[in-house]
């Protein structure tokens, strides 16, 4: 029979010496941004009959590379996760390369299918395309990243990235079919299809997100 939980002894590893890693990070690639990604990876691992601990792995480990440069974070987080020589007592050097290449492929952006299933898995635990989260996560990294614009030029901005990333012609790729991703991501594109219901949704987190 499966495991249906993580080995305790890695669980205590990694919520002592990696999760806490993601404090330092912005508040897109938070805790509690890598926690859901591990929770929903977790759920689709129990589906697909993945490895337990490789997908737990993999998901802490993520968005790990966020430590260096953003746009080649998903390579760095393969290469820590790699050179971690305590990730020895729990997995093969295979299954440490298929976890490395998983991190790697993990990215929205990428122009190729994940390698493996835990790719897929981890990629589609990255997704949380529920609207509200895909808007506020948007107008955070914007305020964040270019605190210089004013708030014509966030939505500016807000808006550019809703039709190249998300948009029926974006650059999103979802791995695993019938998943909850797919009906939330034909939601976001409603929304995103009528610039006045987009508009009303950046407003509100803007509006959130600044407090005003």
């Known amino acids: 029979m499966l495991n249906n939980t993580p080995s305790l002894d890695l669980v205590e590893f990694i919520e002592t010496q990696i999760l806490p890693q993601y404090a330092q990070f ?3 690639h938070s805790m509690e ?28 480990y993520h968005d790990i590379g966020m430590s260096g440069p953003r746009a080649i974070h998903h390579i760095t987080g393969g290469k820590i996760l790699s050179q971690d020589a305590r990730l020895k007592r729990w997995f093969s050097a ?43 996560r948007t107008v955070q990294y914007g305020l964040e990243n270019y605190p210089e614009l004013n708030e014509e030029q966030q939505w500016l901005r807000f ?45 509100r987190f803007f509006k959130e997100e600044t407090k005003q």
């Open 26 to 28: 912005d508040k897109a």
């Open 33 to 60: 941004h890598v926690i859901r990604v591990v929770r929903s990876s977790l759920e689709l691992a129990r589906t697909t009959g993945a490895d337990i601990n490789m997908v737990y792995t993999t998901a802490a």
């Open 94 to 136: 295979d299954q440490i390369k298929i976890m490395k290449e998983a991190i790697e492929d993990h990215r929205a952006s990428a122009s190729h299918a994940p390698r493996s299933i835990y790719g897929k898995i981890v990629a589609e635990a990255d997704r949380d395309l529920s609207p509200d989260i895909v808007f506020r």
């Open 159 to 203: 808006k550019e990235h809703m039709d190249n990333k998300y948009s029926t012609h974006g650059y999103i790729r979802l791995w695993i079919p019938g998943s909850q991703n797919e009906k939330n991501l034909t939601q976001l594109r409603n929304i995103i299809a009528d610039s006045r219901l987009l508009k009303e949704q950046f407003d």
